[in-house]
């Protein structure tokens, strides 16, 4: 769990993808999808650089306040936690 670009963000396991909370009021604003539903496996997340960075299926995703969500390409596999 992490809070950043006004909100409090939660990374889900078993397909769950990357759940957005209000910061005020903590109402679920929505679960943004990440990788593969079929093998996902939701990990560390961080806020920082303009965005909410996640490590889930192997590969890293970088989420926006926008719901803007994209994958870093060239990410490697690797685990363990985040910092920003």
Partial sequence: MVAGEGSVWV???GGGG????DAGTLTN???L???STDSFNCGPVAA??????V????ALYRATGDNLVAK??????CSGDLAA
């Fill in 29 to 31: 604003l929505g679960t």
């Fill in 33 to 35: 999808p990440l990788g």
């Fill in 11 to 13: 990374s889900n396991t």
């Fill in 18 to 21: 990357l759940t957005r909370f």
């Fill in 48 to 53: 920082g650089e303009g965005g909410i960075w």
């Fill in 55 to 58: 490590f889930a299926s192997g």
């Fill in 72 to 77: 870093v390409e060239g990410t490697p596999f």
